[in-house]
């Protein structure tokens, strides 16, 4: 099956710092990415849809100059978190949309665990 | 009100039993449904699309009714390797976009 890929899985920063997550579609071109935020036992929330080659869509509520998107190429899209504080601690998920044969399937990446101090 | 609601759990089952999930969706513009299981701290996994007709993958069988908005997941002869929260979803098509919305899971626990 498709591979997406996240990087890295886990990190650790100090409040005020900024933090870059990548994720890649490893086998497949994605004009469209997703990215999504978990908090320990809630519901994965959509946070934006990642544009190749335009703006991301941000969902209501996440504030779009806090959460910078980069979709640069066709196999990589870039969140990245600005001026971190403690609550943005969580678990963000990306996710790829393979498109064949008139339909499409989401491909989630492992994901990365944000902690900040 | 949730878009996609479920009963968060935990189902605390033996081994072999059969458990069933549920859940119901309030956005009659949805399309596509799918039951994914989500592991500890892993990502999301996609366990079986739902169709209206009802469709079964080996011990699971998932079950769409529209006019209720209401979603199911049966699982049959429970495995201690079943256990993990399984998440309802739903995808709609409003202004093209394609994103999925989870429910918050269901956590199955199957006990030896």
């Known amino acids: 099956g498709a591979v997406v890929s996240q990087h890295p899985s886990r990190v650790i920063c100090k409040s005020g710092t900024s933090v870059k997550i990548e994720c890649r579609s490893l086998d497949f071109q994605a004009t469209t990415m997703f990215w999504y935020r978990q908090f320990p036992k809630k519901s994965l929330m959509l946070m934006a849809t990642s544009n190749e080659g335009s703006k991301a869509t941000y969902e209501q509520g996440v504030e779009k100059d806090k959460f910078l998107i980069n979709h640069a190429s066709l196999t990589l899209s870039t969140l990245t978190v600005t001026s971190a504080h403690p609550e943005d601690s969580s678990f963000y998920i990306c996710s790829a949309l393979r498109t064949s044969g008139g339909g499409y399937t989401q491909y989630f990446g492992p994901g990365t665990r944000l902690t900040v101090l | ?112």
């Open chain 2, 1 to 112: 009100r949730k878009e996609v609601e479920q009963d968060p759990g935990p189902f605390n089952v033996p081994e072999g039993a059969t458990v069933a999930f549920n859940c119901t969706y309030s956005n009659s513009a949805s399309q596509s449904f799918f039951w994914y299981r989500q592991d500890c701290r892993k990502e999301p996994k996609l366990l079986m699309s739902v169709y209206s007709s009802g469709n079964e993958d080996g011990r699971f069988t998932a079950q769409l009714n529209r006019a209720s908005q209401y979603i199911s997941l049966l699982i049959r002869d429970s495995k201690l390797s079943d256990s993990a929260t399984y998440l309802c979803v739903v995808r709609k098509m409003d202004t093209g976009r394609r994103a999925l919305t989870f429910g918050s899971g269901t956590r199955l626990q199957v006990q030896p």
